[in-house]
């Protein structure tokens, strides 16, 4: 618990606002988040993902950890981009440099509302679970945009945004480590939904969200569990 004899300043300081799908990455992020600041909230976006589900997960998540959750609507994103994300009648397809799976601009957009969020709501500190090891060729998951989109954000409201990336040099595995450290584990793999077919805990087995995440899960319990 904070301080009494702390300043309002300190106690603004302290609230953070977590970007949050509902998933594996983003429940490991939150969990993160409650551990360094007195005061977390979640956003969701809800941008008619074709695994709508994990809007659901991300309810059930914050109500267990009592986070407070507020979704915020962007379907507006259908009206610019085709992409497997938010086109069910379109195959999801893997291959090239950039996966079909790739929504343009959607981490720009929903850190930038997150942003204005967190403003609103007299935070500084935003977390998003992004990640440069395993960001499965998506540009706006690279450490040099989160960057760049901080100074950007600064500069645009005046305000001393501190975006946070706890994921970012993490593979999957190292992901799955870090959950079981913070004593969550089975949780995670029980009530996230990663899958793009929106099914929820270890989903379908057959998207590449799905491989991604067993063949994390795989590499760390075959290297051994960690030592919590």
């Known amino acids: 618990m904070p301080s009494l004899n702390k300043t309002r300043e300190e106690f603004y300081m302290e609230k953070a606002v977590v970007v949050f799908s509902g998933g594996q990455d983003s429940t490991t992020c939150l969990l993160w988040a409650l551990e360094r600041f007195d005061n977390v909230e979640t956003v969701t976006f809800s941008y008619?993902?074709?695994?709508?589900?994990e809007l659901k997960s991300a309810k059930k998540i914050a109500e267990d950890l009592g986070v407070k959750h507020t979704v915020l609507d962007m379907n507006l994103l259908n009206q610019l981009t085709d992409n497997a994300m938010t086109r069910k009648d379109m195959e999801i397809d893997g291959a090239g440099v950039v996966p079909n799976t790739f929504v343009p601009g959607r981490n720009h957009i929903f850190l930038s509302f997150a942003a204005i969020f967190a403003k609103g709501i007299g935070a500084r500190h935003i977390i998003t679970g992004v990640s440069e090891t395993d960001f499965s060729g998506y540009?706006?998951?690279?450490?040099?945009?989160?960057?760049?989109?901080?100074?950007?954000?600064?500069?645009?409201?005046?305000?001393?945004?501190?975006?946070?990336?706890?994921l970012m040099w993490k593979n999957k595995a190292q992901t799955w480590e870090m959950a079981e450290k913070l004593g969550k584990l089975e949780y995670i793999r029980k009530h996230t939904t990663t899958c793009y077919n929106g099914i929820i805990g270890d989903g379908c087995g057959e998207c590449?969200?799905?491989?991604?995440?067993?063949?994390?899960?795989?590499?760390?319990?075959?290297?051994?569990r960690a030592h919590v």
């Open 208 to 224: 590449p969200s799905c491989k991604l995440r067993k063949q994390g899960l795989d590499a760390y319990l075959a290297g051994g």
């Open 139 to 166: 540009p706006d998951c690279r450490d040099n945009f989160i960057k760049s989109l901080n100074l950007t954000l600064n500069l645009a409201m005046d305000h001393s945004f501190e975006i946070h990336t706890p």
């Open 48 to 53: 008619g993902q074709r695994n709508v589900s």
